[in-house]
């Protein structure tokens, strides 16, 4: 199955990852399925988890790559992943006030962005989406990078850009969950509260797919590109994830959580990539 990815237009590969990315987390949000509830010191490790995912993804599979490619492009190799990681951050907190939103197991009152008329289930899934967008785009510049032949030298390979897949997979899953599960809880029907999980992530093929076009068309953007999803994600993680793994008060499980996350990342990077 590897070779056959291997052998597919870099497109399609991110497309594929994005699938996988998707397909994860509806795998959380069956878990509604089986049980009408979770236990929250399960939560809180899962988004704990998520979180050290997304950090040590940030770094090892974009920041660290994208400053090597910046070599040679006529300006400090500092300059275009720090542009892109800050514009990331910009981006996705604009967009964090924008739009009407709620954080998994937040009361419908602690809703944030300009007040809207929408029911619970559709202010989750827009919190949810905006975190899967970066996630998407950072799938789908990985791929790009590798097809563009950036090499090993920079931790740009097919390889890299499969382990990130992977990695956002695996925190795929709690995301689903902490859908999918506050709206079953809530007296959704089993059926609705596994189509909301699920549908919160139907945007990361998308965004994969823009993601690999993007950087084939415009080369130049790539170690830009890399950074601004790295920016996005290190934002939902210190805004969003981090404080919601650690609102129950145990702080000590969310925080060896991350830390175990972070780990399983790096090492599917370093093994992988």
């Known amino acids: 199955m590897l070779d056959a990815l291997r052998g597919l237009d870099p497109v399609l590969q991110a497309l594929a990852a994005g699938g996988f990315t998707w397909a994860v987390t509806a795998a959380g949000a069956a878990v509604v399925v089986f049980t009408r509830g979770i236990r929250e010191w399960l939560v809180d490790g899962m988004l704990g988890f998520a979180s050290g995912v ?15 490619m910046s070599a040679g492009l006529g300006v400090p190799d500092w300059l275009p992943a720090s542009t892109g990681f800050v514009a990331g951050a910009l981006v996705l907190g604009i967009a964090d006030r924008l739009l009407p939103h709620l954080h998994p197991l937040q009361p419908i009152s602690a809703a944030e962005g300009p007040p809207a008329p929408w029911k619970r289930s559709t202010l989750l899934v827009t919190a949810i989406t ?5 996630e998407g785009l950072a799938v789908g510049v990985a791929f790009g990078a590798a097809a563009l032949g950036m090499g090993s030298a920079a931790g740009a390979s097919f390889e890299a850009a499969l382990a990130l897949a992977i990695g956002i997979g695996l925190q795929n899953f709690p995301e689903g969950v902490a859908v999918a ?20 992530a139907a945007v ?8 690999a076009a993007a950087v084939l068309q415009m080369q130049a953007i790539l170690p830009y590109a890399l950074a601004f999803a790295a920016g996005a ?7 969003e994830l981090i404080p919601e793994s650690q609102q129950g008060g145990r702080t000590d499980l969310a ?16 093994a992988l990539g």
């Not at 905006?130 to 970066?134: D, S």
């Not at 599960?181 to 919160?200: D, K, N, V």
């Not at 994600?233 to 805004?239: A, H, L, P, R, T």
């Open 255 to 270: 925080t060896a959580a991350t830390v175990a996350g972070f780990t399983v990342m790096m090492v599917l990077d370093v």
């Open 233 to 239: 994600m290190v934002y939902v993680v210190v805004e």
């Open 130 to 134: 905006m975190h899967n967008v970066p």
């Open 204 to 211: 990361e093929p998308v965004a994969a797919v823009a993601g």
């Open 54 to 68: 997304m950090l040590a993804a940030s770094f090892w599979s974009l920041l660290a790559p994208a400053i090597v």
């Open 181 to 200: 599960m506050p709206l079953r809880a809530a007296g959704a029907t089993r059926g609705r509260s596994f189509w909301a999980g699920t549908f919160s």
